[in-house]
């Protein structure tokens, strides 16, 4: 049955009291880092209107710390949410009007379990890879050997290419068709290495993309274009420098957002998306972002790279819940490359707003990320709420 099943079935039984929910809630101080505990780094000053090239230094070294976003295990991601989880429970105790994010986590606990039920294949091929994923001793790409992230690949994500091997997916992959023509990657010379969204004639990405660029350097700003992923434009924008930003001397998940101007004569023609933020309750979720393993697959057409290496999660397999103001929880399969992806909510009828929650920003256990608690198995996103486009 397995572990994170046999969990499931505890948290089915959970019951909750019906008073609002509070999120900014810690069950034990002494057993969750709060963010005044966490070490930080200097701020690195940025003045954007100047004329010369910025050189940046990341937040920490690469290795030991994984920045990039983290897939998901689901026996290691339901032990983590146990353990939190076993913490609601004593605050619960403490204070009945907590109760609700117990009945909360088990509400994303399930579908988690619902979604790995659905995507069998999924749940036996990612521990694999997410092993290779966080190897320190892996190349700084953080790329995984071929088999194993062609596996996870077909097994845990969906892709705008056919690939040999969907055919052995019970559960066919879907893209809302508005998604895709808000979703643009973020490239350079090499090729794509961040994501983003596209907002009217603005693009908004994550700040550590553009303070790291690609492995930690300065953006590539004179070859620095997004390409729009339902393929809308031959050969994609260009982005000027930022318009606006998160501060780097605050939270830095919650300030990890990037607004960048895009510069072109074409018709962007990008759909109304909304900036909304999450409410209380767990929230299914998708986001689109570049897999950087892509390569490993096999595909039946002959559609260029970038467009061979979009992705988002099976159907199911993310979740959102929010832990800290400004701060997401993502339970998701995401990996380096990812960052800056908008994360949309999943919509039950066509007629509804496209709405954004929030941006992938980096793994849930980054010492300076700033939201409460931080679990090893999910990934941290910037809340919707924090931006505001000019």
Not at 57 to 78: I, K, M, R
Not at 93 to 111: E, G, T, W, Y
Not at 230 to 250: H, L, M, Y
Request: aromatic share 8%; charged share 20%; proline share 9%.
């Amino acid at each position: 049955m397995g572990r994170y099943l046999r969990f499931g079935l505890l948290a089915l039984s959970a019951t909750a009291a019906s008073a609002q929910p509070e999120r900014d809630v810690v069950a034990d101080d002494s057993a969750i880092e709060m963010p005044e505990q966490m070490g930080s780094e200097p701020p690195v000053e940025w003045n954007w209107q100047s004329s010369q090239t910025p050189v940046f230094q990341p937040y920490q070294p690469f290795p030991p710390q994984p920045f990039p976003p983290q897939p998901v295990s689901g026996d290691s991601l339901v032990g983590d949410l146990a353990k939190y989880r076993e913490r609601l429970v004593v605050e619960c105790q403490r204070n009945p009007s907590h109760c609700s994010h117990v009945a909360d986590l088990d509400d994303a606990i399930r579908a988690i379990n619902d979604a790995f039920g659905r995507h069998e294949r999924c749940r036996l091929v990612v521990e694999a890879y997410v092993i290779q994923y966080r190897n320190p001793l892996r190349d700084r790409n953080r790329h995984v050997v071929g088999q194993v992230a062609r596996e996870f690949d077909i097994a845990c994500l969906s892709s705008l290419e056919p690939r040999l091997g969907d055919l052995q997916i019970a559960v066919p992959a879907h893209l809302d068709p508005k998604m895709s023509s808000a979703v643009a990657l973020l490239e350079d010379a090499v090729g794509p290495f961040c994501s983003g969204l596209i907002m009217g004639n603005r693009f908004v990405t994550a700040l550590h993309c553009l303070e790291r660029g690609r492995n930690g350097g300065a953006p590539d700003w004179p070859n620095l274009r997004i390409r729009p992923i339902d393929g809308r434009s031959s050969a994609g924008w260009r982005v000027g420098r930022p318009v606006k930003t998160g501060n780097e001397r605050s939270s830095f998940t919650a300030e990890d957002w990037a607004i960048l101007p895009i510069q072109t004569d074409e018709a962007i023609g990008a759909p109304a998306v909304v900036l909304e933020t999450l409410g209380a309750r767990p929230a299914a979720a998708i986001t689109i972002g570049h897999y950087i393993d892509y390569a490993h697959t096999t595909y039946s057409g002959s559609a260029p790279a970038w467009r061979q290496s979009v992705r988002w999660p099976r159907d199911g397999l993310c979740q959102a819940i929010v832990v800290r103001d400004g701060c997401l929880q993502l339970f998701c399969q995401s990996t380096r490359g990812f960052s800056g992806a908008p994360i949309f909510r999943v919509r039950s009828s066509p007629s509804e707003p496209l709405a954004v929650i929030g941006f992938v920003s980096g793994p849930g256990d980054e010492p300076d990320v700033g939201c409460v608690p931080r679990l090893a198995d999910s990934t941290a996103a910037v809340s919707a709420r924090r931006i505001r486009i000019p």
